[in-house]
C-alpha cells in the first residue's frame, strides 16, 4: 500500500501560470511533512517541513499547506529556473520515512 | 555549518567489479545516516541506515552493504556488481530523525 502519493507526475506551466502540486498520505500518525526540490543529476534540497494541520510555510514563490490527508505546494507566478522535480515525504510517529516519486515541473518561458 | 560530501558524483563500473561509495558529514555529531537509491520513476527506496559506529540496519535484501568506521563517515559497497545495481544513490543524515540532508548523490551505471 502506497504511504504517500504525489499529483500530477509532470506538469508543464507557462512562466507566471500559479498551480498545485499535491501530496497525500495515508500514514496512521503524522509526525512530519516534508517537501523537497530535486534538480537533475543534484540530490534533493529541503523546502519545509509541516507538523500539524493548518500550517502553512512560505518561501519565496512557493507556499506549501497541510490537511489530515494531504499537503499542497502552491507556485505562484512561477519561473523557468523553478523548474525541477518536488518531492514529498512523510515521517510517521513510528520515525519511519516514506517518500512520493515526485512531481516533475516544467516551467516555460 | 553542517554539510554532507558524497562521491563519486559519476561511476561507471563493469559487471562483477567491486564498489565503494564513501560519505562524510561534516558539522555535527552522531548523525543518523542514511543510503538511498533513486530509480526514475519509483522515488526513494531506503538501503541502509545507521544510528551510530559500527551500527547497520538493512532495509532490502541485496547485493549491496554498508559500514560505517566513524561517526560521520558512512560507506555503500559491493563484492561484484550487478547490472540491476545502476541507479543514483544518495546519501543523507539528520538528526533525531526530524527530515533529512543529502548528499549531491552518486550515479552508478554498471556495464
Known amino acids: 500500500e502506497d504511504q504517500v502519493t504525489q499529483s500530477p507526475e509532470a506538469l508543464r506551466l507557462q512562466e507566471g501560470e500559479s498551480s498545485s502540486l499535491n501530496c497525500s498520505y495515508t500514514?496512521?500518525?503524522?509526525?512530519?511533512l516534508f517537501w523537497y526540490r530535486q534538480d537533475p543529476g543534484k540530490g534533493p534540497e529541503f523546502l519545509f517541513t509541516?507538523?500539524?494541520a493548518g500550517e502553512e510555510k512560505e518561501k519565496e514563490r512557493l507556499k506549501a499547506t497541510l490537511t489530515k490527508k494531504e499537503s499542497f505546494l502552491h507556485i505562484t507566478a512561477p519561473k523557468p529556473e523553478d523548474s525541477a522535480t518536488y518531492l514529498c515525504a512523510v515521517q510517521d510517529t513510528g520515525n519511519q520515512f516514506y517518500f512520493g516519486t515526485g512531481t516533475s515541473l516544467t516551467v516555460i518561458p | 555549518s553542517q554539510t554532507i560530501h558524497q562521491w563519486p558524483a559519476t561511476l561507471v563500473q563493469p559487471v562483477g567489479s567491486p564498489l565503494s561509495l564513501e560519505c562524510t558529514v561534516e558539522?555535527?555529531?552522531?548523525?543518523?545516516l542514511y543510503w538511498y537509491r533513486q530509480a526514475a520513476g519509483r522515488g526513494l527506496q531506503l538501503l541502509f541506515y545507521?544510528?551510530?559506529?559500527?551500527?547497520i540496519s538493512s532495509e532490502v535484501p541485496q547485493n549491496l552493504s554498508a559500514s560505517r568506521p566513524q561517526d560521520r563517515q558512512f560507506i555503500l559497497s559491493s563484492k561484484k556488481l550487478l547490472l540491476s545495481d545502476s541507479g543514483f544513490y544518495l546519501c543523507a543524515w539528520s538528526i533525531r530523525l526530524y527530515g533529512y540532508t543529502f548528499g549531491s548523490g552518486t550515479r552508478l551505471t554498471v556495464v
Open positions: 500514514v496512521s500518525g503524522l509526525r512530519g
Open positions: 509541516l507538523y500539524s
Open positions: 545507521s544510528v551510530g559506529i559500527g551500527q
Open positions: 558539522g555535527t555529531s552522531n548523525p543518523n
